[in-house]
């Protein structure tokens, strides 16, 4: 067992745990006086030995003397007892006195010695039977003795080269009672044990004694995902690995933790398998004979799985040779029966390596092979096989036609990843020289791939490549052709959410496509209505929306009319009213009846969406559910709505304070399939991490803003979460800084006065106040003019919206009075022109009850705690004491300790009792009267002509003389005891 370690461990917790409870390392000894025996089997680099070496170190730490021997591949040339004779040494070394006591009570034991060993033929090492039975006494003698001065596990690793005499001894062990607290653990790779192998009868044997097996598997996704991070860590390396190399390090390591070091390793510089590895992986290969060999050699180039049939046909072989082959290679493990007729390499690695291991030559060759077999239909094959063979077997028109057939089977299967795959390779093709004059429509080629890259999720590659093909277009290119691009630019424009370009790029299709056919126009009709509602221009997308829904059920186009129905029903979402929500309901039922899946997608997330603005939480959550469901059995799990659903579930859960819940819901989520949208979803999580104040949740804010500009949505709740981590310091510049950035990349992108950003300005105002009470009159001067404009573009918002015929929804009504009471907060701390005790209360005691009609926990529980603190100033302590200890239970069930700042709770207990007024000088009567009018300990110092230091010195001493834990506090007991007269 090496004593480094090559790589941190990863996963294997259980499998630790399990180790130990069976061989009883959990305790000083086993529990019972058996011998505790287990075989550890598991393939080639899938992490037996460190694992072993962990086991090692916790025995070690428990108190277990650990010894371990190795078997050596000698070939035919055998080296008998050599992990024994390995563990005498050790032992020898450590228990000199026990190994010489028991030498001379069992003189052939030195024969073990390192040192004094002879070489003999495997399994003949010239002893006679009684010999070798005093030999076999001996080493069990020397263990049961050992095992008495400290608990004694034994390692025995790669058991698959063990010779014939230490397979002897194993059994010898494993069927008697060693003695003595004492555990033996026997390694083998499990990939080595062919069907002629000496060991697989012995572990059969093994077995059937009292030998204990445990087979290591190998690592999950995820765990292989950790073990990359914890192998190229980017502090370490100046480059962290893209989200595209790990998900390759991924698929291709298939949980073989050495496969994983070795990728990682080699990610930067080789795209194949490594040298050293494909050395490792070919080595399988030199046992084969020819046939196995050239069977093994045709079946790499069909992939990681192949067909009898193809195989037979492609390889050359007769039926008995070809079968022949194949048995040598599953014995050898080289390759494994699959379903039907199929055969698949063991590992995928293997099939790289046997594959690249060919001439170019070979190469083309056997893929025109494979594609002839294919396209003769001679034997049964899929078009994206037919593609991938006639491409690399130089069948260029074969392979055109094959990949666009390929992207139509996968769109249809739902498999849009797969389906822009087969499409971009087509564009590629389409390019050559040679296939210039083929009869391919690129115009509709590159709307199926933009339209398969968005329902993969990946909508920016999409606009790209449709930008990509309008810029290529030549002078003379069809009107046609350029309004079908242009349009479907403008609906992924649209659905990125980015500016109002696609405005115009959908009127200039429509343009463009009168003189096209109806249905052309009819469509590109249907996506303009689309973008104008989205853009609030309701009367123009109703103008529009009607001509071309007469159009398509002129022409019987159902799921056209479906989608526009969808589109109408939306034109009032923002009245919030029950028409709106009966319209989406029945386009739901439309779409499914003419099976309009996208239509039906749209409907059910508007649907939603308006339950969540009316602030009905558990109806808004079931419809999510429902979209999303819909969406995966479609295949568009990424895609937008689909997408987009997860999101908005998760939001609505966060609002309802079930924390924990939306973070089960993400954890449940496969791995995002670009950064975007894996951003995404730590922007998600950070929502959480922020105000629960978690360690790094200020550097992943940081790290997120990058997808700022791709993905606004990100930005809005990364500046939120950046918000409250600025609360909570009670940072000033930090939040200007962070709401001025917001706002201009969102006020650019979208417009100036989003909806969002009255709800950015009351959390911005709220810093300004918080950080005011540690400010001179000076700071406190020069955020005034902030002050102000803040609470004018919240405001803005709100005139914005009524103007525009926009029903405010709870939300926007709650932080609409929040926004107000921020300010008034702000003046009142920063005395700057303070708002009346009256004019205060009555400002938050609104914004209480508005987000108590809303019903977001968490601002409701922050809206109270400003209230207390009003409150509490003003002297009314038993209202606050109520108010007080709802917010405590809150933050305690959200674990959120910085709600109870300044409300005198520590974190996981009640609230704090004030206790009575102690008599305090005159001296501290008259700071406290200053500490009671919001000044801070420099204004006091520079008013009364002391240090700033004696302030605060004096300051500590009234807390504690009051029983208060905040300066607001203090003040309120004054008041309540009358301190200030």
Same mark, same amino acid.
Request: hydrophobic share 45%.
């Given at each position: ?55 090692? =170190? ?168 950790? $073990? ?29 933790? !050495? ?12 795209? *194949? ?17 020819? =046939? ?23 390889? *050359? ?37 046997? %594959? ?128 079908? $691009? ?90 919030? *009213? ?26 059910? %997330? ?147 006065? !989003? ?57 926007? $009504? ?123 300990? *420099? ?43």
């Amino acid at each position: 067992m090496s004593s480094s370690r090559s790589a941190p461990l990863v996963g294997r917790v259980a499998e630790l745990e399990d180790l130990e409870s069976r061989l009883g390392l959990a305790m000083s000894g086993p529990a019972d006086p058996e011998t505790r025996a287990l075989l550890l089997g598991g393939d080639a680099g899938v992490g037996k030995t460190r694992l072993l070496t962990e086991l090692r =170190d916790r025995a070690v730490a428990r108190g277990w003397h650990v010894v371990a021997g190795h078997c050596v591949d000698l070939s035919d040339a055998a080296l008998p007892y050599l992990p024994f004779s390995e563990v005498l040494g050790r032992l020898a070394a450590s228990h000199p006195e026990v190994v010489e006591a028991t030498a001379a009570d069992h003189p052939l034991l030195r024969r073990l010695e390192p040192g004094r060993r002879v070489r003999y033929a495997d399994g003949d090492g010239g002893e006679s039977r009684l010999e070798r039975a005093d030999l076999f006494e001996g080493v069990r003698v020397l263990l049961a003795r050992v095992a008495e001065v400290a608990p004694l596990l034994v390692v025995v690793e790669d058991a698959h080269w063990a010779d014939q005499s230490t397979r002897d001894l194993l059994t010898y062990l494993f069927s008697r009672d060693v003695g003595g607290p004492h555990a033996l653990v026997v390694s083998y790779r499990a990939d080595d044990l062919h069907r002629r192998h000496p060991l697989r009868r012995q572990v059969a044997e093994w077995s059937r004694l009292r030998v204990d097996r445990f087979q290591l598997d190998p690592l999950d996704a995820g765990e292989v995902r950790d $073990l990359v991070r914890a192998l190229r860590p980017a502090q370490l390396t100046g480059a962290d690995l893209s989200e595209a190399q790990v998900a390759d390090i991924v698929a291709r390591a298939e949980g073989n933790a !050495f496969f994983v070091e070795e990728l990682v390793g080699a990610a930067a510089t080789c795209d *194949g398998v490594p040298g050293e590895l494909a050395d490792v992986l070919m080595v399988r290969l030199d046992g084969l004979d020819d =046939d196995a060999q050239q069977a093994v050699r045709t079946a790499a180039v069909a992939g990681r799985r192949v067909t009898h049939g193809l195989l037979a046909t492609v390889s *050359g072989l007769a039926p008995e040779r070809l079968d022949r082959a194949l048995r040598e290679a599953v014995e050898r493990h080289v390759l494994e029966p699959g379903g039907g007729d199929s055969y698949s390499f063991r590992h995928a690695l293997l099939a790289e390596a046997v %594959y690249d291991d060919l001439l170019p030559g070979e190469r083309i060759r056997l893929h025109a092979a494979y594609a002839r077999c294919l396209a003769s239909g001679d034997v049964v094959g899929t078009a994206a096989e037919l593609a991938r063979h006639a491409r690399l077997g130089q069948d260029l028109p074969t392979a055109l036609a094959a990949s666009i057939e390929a992207g139509d089977e996968a769109m249809r299967v739902g498999g849009p990843d797969e389906a822009a795959l087969h499409y971009q390779q087509a564009l590629e093709l389409v390019d050559h020289p040679s296939l210039r004059d083929a009869d391919v429509d690129r115009a509709d080629l590159t709307i199926r791939a933009a339209r398969a890259l968005t329902g993969a999720g990946h909508t920016e590659r999409g606009n790209a490549l449709l930008r990509a093909t309008i810029a290529a277009l030549p002078a003379d290119a069809s009107a046609v052709d350029r309004g079908l $691009l242009l349009s479907e630019l403008a609906m992924g424009l649209f659905l990125a959410d980015l500016g109002d370009e696609d405005v115009a790029l959908a009127a200039e299709s429509v343009e463009l496509l009168a003189g096209g056919s109806e249905v052309q126009l009819a469509r590109a009709m249907s996506t303009q209505a689309r973008i104008l509602s989205g853009h609030r221009r309701e009367a123009e997308a109703r103008e529009v929306a009607t001509t071309a829904l007469a159009m398509a059920q002129r022409l019987d186009m159902p799921r056209l009319s479906t989608d526009l129905l969808t589109t109408i029903a939306g034109l009032r979402v923002y009245q919030l *009213g029950d028409d709106v929500r009966d319209a989406f309901s029945e386009a739901v039922v439309h779409a499914r009846t003419t099976g309009a899946v996208n239509a039906e997608l749209r409907a059910l %997330y508007g649907l939603a969406r308006l339950h969540q603005d009316r602030a009905e939480f558990d109806e808004a959550i079931a419809v999510f559910d429902t979209a999303r469901a819909r969406g995966i059995q479609a295949g568009t799990r990424w895609a937008p709505y689909a997408f987009d659903a997860l999101v908005m579930t998760v939001q609505v859960l966060l609002a309802q304070g079930r924390w924990d819940e939306a973070l089960a819901r993400l954890d449940a989520e496969e791995r995002a399939p670009s950064a975007l949208l894996d951003g995404v979803l730590r922007m998600l999580r950070l929502l959480v991490a922020a105000p629960r104040g978690e360690e790094g949740a200020q550097a992943e804010g940081a790290a997120l803003h990058r997808f700022w500009q791709e993905e606004n949505v990100v930005g809005l709740h990364v500046a939120g979460a950046e918000l409250e981590l600025a609360e909570q310091r009670a940072d000033a510049a930090a939040a200007l800084a962070t709401y001025d950035e917001v706002v201009d990349v969102i006020g650019t992108t979208w417009r100036e006065l !989003f909806q969002a950003r009255l709800r950015l300005a009351a959390l911005a105002l709220g810093v300004l106040g918080t950080a005011a009470r540690q400010q001179s009159a000076v700071e406190r001067a020069v955020h005034g003019e902030r002050a102000a404009r803040l609470l004018d573009d919240g405001l803005r918002v709100c005139a914005n919206d009524r103007a525009q015929g926009v029903v405010l929804g709870p939300e926007s $009504l709650a932080w609409e009075k929040r926004l107000v009471a921020e300010h008034l907060r702000w003046r009142w701390i920063a005395q700057s022109e303070p708002p009346s005790a009256a004019e205060l209360r009555e400002a938050w005691e609104e914004a209480v009850a508005a987000f108590e009609a809303y019903g977001a926990v968490h601002e409701l529980a922050r809206a109270r705690a400003r209230l207390v603190e009003v409150l509490l100033a003003q002297g009314e302590t038993a209202a606050a004491g109520a108010l007080r200890d709802q917010v405590a239970a809150t933050a305690r069930e959200l674990r959120t300790p910085a709600l109870l700042n300044g409300l005198g709770v520590a974190p996981g207990r009640g609230p704090r009792e004030a206790r009575p007024a102690s008599a305090l000088t005159a001296r501290e009567r008259e700071i406290l009267a200053l500490v009671a009018q919001g000044r801070s300990n *420099g204004e006091i110092g520079s008013q009364l002509f002391i240090a700033t230091k004696t302030v605060s010195v004096h300051v500590s001493n009234i807390l504690g003389k009051l029983g208060a834990t905040s300066r607001t506090e203090a003040a309120a007991v004054a008041r309540r005891e009358g301190l200030l007269d």
